[in-house]
């Protein structure tokens, strides 16, 4: 039996009268964790592998512009690192923002469609949750999980060769401190997110993303919401 933990979540909203902060998701999520510990109730699904923890962690990395935009290799791009690869087109999105609710919910539609199934399938020894969010992560954004040289290695059980491999991935060099905290999510089960996701608007001309405009915004709430599980 799968225990569903939104059930919990739902509840204690209702008794709040709100919705979850970022700190507060994360709380109640490490409550009931702590709580099914030895017991029949598994704490991590793969069949469901999407969870706000999850998201929250790609979306951290990502961050989220509203509306299409370059990025640093001139690739339009828009919401979460969503480009035309992903199967989504952007263009669209160009001087046409969105709202925060709608830039995760194409975000996490990819995640869970396109890009879960192919981490699920790259793997021969099960994962934990966190090792699921940040292979998910390192896939998101290099869509090489598949070919990756450090899951061949833990696959067959070479651990210490995989965490040194993963960081083989360093290019464009913007990208080594990201890389880094997927090797100490996967490895040491270390998460980095707080709820939370930085924000930009599209300087214009250019469609860059104009950096002086970063807004830190809790989006916890609308990942339960979009998910209907916890973090």
Known sequence: MTFERHIVFDAVRRMLGRGFTGSEVLSLDDAITAALRGSDCPTYDPAKPITCRVALEIVNHEAIVPEAYKDSEGVWTWAAGVTDASGHGVLRYKDNPQSLERCLEVSVWLMRTKYAPEVKAAFSRPLTEAQFAAALSFHYNTGAIGRADWVKSWNVGH???????IMNWKRPASIIERRGKERDLFF???????????????????????????KRVDVSGILADLLKVPA
């Open 188 to 214: 040491e089960g270390r998460w980095s997110q707080d709820g939370k996701a930085t924000v930009y608007q599209v300087s214009k001309p250019s469609y860059c993303p104009k950096w002086s405009s970063a």
């Open 159 to 165: 651990d210490d060769v995989a965490r040194q491999q």
